[in-house]
């Protein structure tokens, strides 16, 4: 599992995860402004269906990484998530007419920048690893001493 980085790597994991955990959560509270009513506003076929998997998506593996269980398997997903938001909605905004009257480039920077924040946070978690104060690295060290401890009785 490879989880011998910093325990720093806590901020980045903690920050991704809750982000990831709150839109999750808030695609069911809110489901006409987040949840299908917005995948059915964006174009996204089967807007329920996909609203309501995305936002399971993005609490089961939001919650992971901010426990820091299965970190790197965890944030797979939530890559091709965050990829597909900058894609369906933050690369449109590059049209004509732009984001609240900003356009072009800057006007999709501003409303992106919680999505490359997560994006780039997630990257950095696959690359880096967990950190020391994950369960994932808990679970390397047990399994080390049992190892040991099974080899030398």
């Not at 089961?60 to 965890?74: K, M």
């Not at 409303?111 to 990257?123: N, S, V, W, Y």
């Not at 994950?134 to 001493?145: E, F, G, K, N, P």
Request: charged residues 15%; positive net charge; hydrophobic residues 55%.
């Amino acid at each position: 599992m490879g989880a011998d980085g910093p325990a720093a790597v806590i901020c980045i994991r903690v920050a991704v995860g809750l982000v990831f955990l709150s839109e999750g959560i808030q695609k069911f509270l809110y489901p006409d402004k987040l949840g299908p009513g917005r995948f059915d506003k964006i174009g996204i076929p089967a807007p329920t269906f996909f609203a309501y998997f995305d936002g399971f998506v993005e609490i089961a593996c939001g919650a992971l990484i901010v426990i820091g269980l299965l970190t790197r398997l965890a944030a797979v997903p939530l890559l091709v998530d965050i990829g597909l938001a900058i894609v369906l909605t933050k690369l449109r905004e590059l049209r004509p007419g732009g984001f609240q009257g900003v356009q072009g480039f800057w006007g999709m920077a501003h409303d992106a920048r919680t999505d490359f924040a997560m994006l780039l946070g997630l990257i950095f978690l696959v690359w880096a690893g967990p950190g020391r104060w994950s369960l994932d690295a808990w679970l390397t060290r047990r399994a080390r001493v049992m190892r040991s401890s099974a080899m030398n009785p």
